[in-house]
């Protein structure tokens, strides 16, 4: 059985990760805002995952037992204020999309050190709070599954997302009917199977790229049909093709979508 730590303050600063490595299982009494601004970071509670690459901030509830998780080197970004300053109504884990204005006043202000009490510190604040309203929510998220038969089928397809039966000819391998699975999945994750099954392959296809491999090599290992229809999915969920993650996913690089060897 895990313990987690418990951190009254949720810190604001910055904090550079080395590849698969994170930050043990932990809470705070405040919210907090959590920002890879290259690399991608995933956040794990016992009910779901989130992944957030470097155009998207993960917000994380005061009260929410949860771990970091980083694929690629990854510098952070960590902004944590009281509940009373909420500029969200949000309950639960979020992805939130980072407009390029969001993310220079993530980086900057988590880098200002003892200047955050400035005026001008206290300024900055104000406009990111501002900006942070007017995020949009963009997950990838995959839900866990509670029911035992659910969640045989789920490790299955986390240990090869490439895996293509149907829900029918998995339900044989755990003895369930397709039908009860069906079931299942709306009432665990909230979700139809095959939402569930394009946010684990995303989730996956993230973690991938970010390592370098070929958008050709990570659209076969997670089971898209093609390149063509990977890069499709890929950009009408994240709202960048696959490329822009390549050699950690840092903004500004030169999106590269052709195949490549790796």
């Known amino acids: 059985m895990s313990i987690s730590s418990h ?17 043990a299982e932990h809470w705070h009494d405040e919210h907090q805002i959590v920002y890879a601004s290259s ?22 509830p005061a009260g929410t037992v949860h771990s970091h998780r980083a694929y690629g080197v990854t510098r952070l970004h960590l902004f944590g204020f009281p509940q ?25 202000y988590t ?8 005026p001008a510190g206290q300024r900055m604040r104000a406009v990111l709070f501002d900006q942070l309203t007017l995020a ?17 089928v789920c490790q299955l397809l986390e240990e090869d997302p490439s895996d293509s039966r149907s829900l029918e000819a998995l339900g044989r391998t755990v003895g369930a009917s397709g039908r009860t699975l069906t079931r299942l999945f709306r009432a665990d994750t909230g979700m139809t199977f095959p939402q569930w099954r394009t946010q684990l392959r995303l989730y996956h296809a ?57």
């Open 7 to 23: 951190l009254p303050t949720a810190p604001t600063n910055t904090r550079d990760l080395a590849a698969t490595t994170g930050i």
């Open 39 to 60: 690399g991608v970071l995933a956040v794990h509670t016992d009910r779901s995952r989130w992944i957030a690459p470097a155009h998207r901030a993960l917000w994380i």
């Open 84 to 108: 009373e300053l909420s500029p969200l109504p949000v309950t639960e884990p979020t992805v939130l999309a980072v407009t390029p204005l969001l993310r220079e006043l993530l980086i900057a």
């Open 111 to 118: 880098e200002l050190g003892d200047d955050r009490s400035t």
């Open 136 to 152: 949009p929510e963009r997950p990838v998220q995959v839900p866990a599954a509670r029911d035992p038969r659910l969640a045989a």
């Open 206 to 262: 993230l973690r991938l790229l970010v390592e370098g491999r070929s958008v050709t090599a990570v659209a076969q290992l997670c089971g898209f049909a093609t390149t063509s229809a990977f890069i499709d999915v890929f950009r009408r969920s994240l709202g960048h093709t696959p490329g822009f993650y390549l050699h950690s996913g840092q903004p500004g690089d030169a999106p590269r979508d052709s195949p490549r060897a790796g």
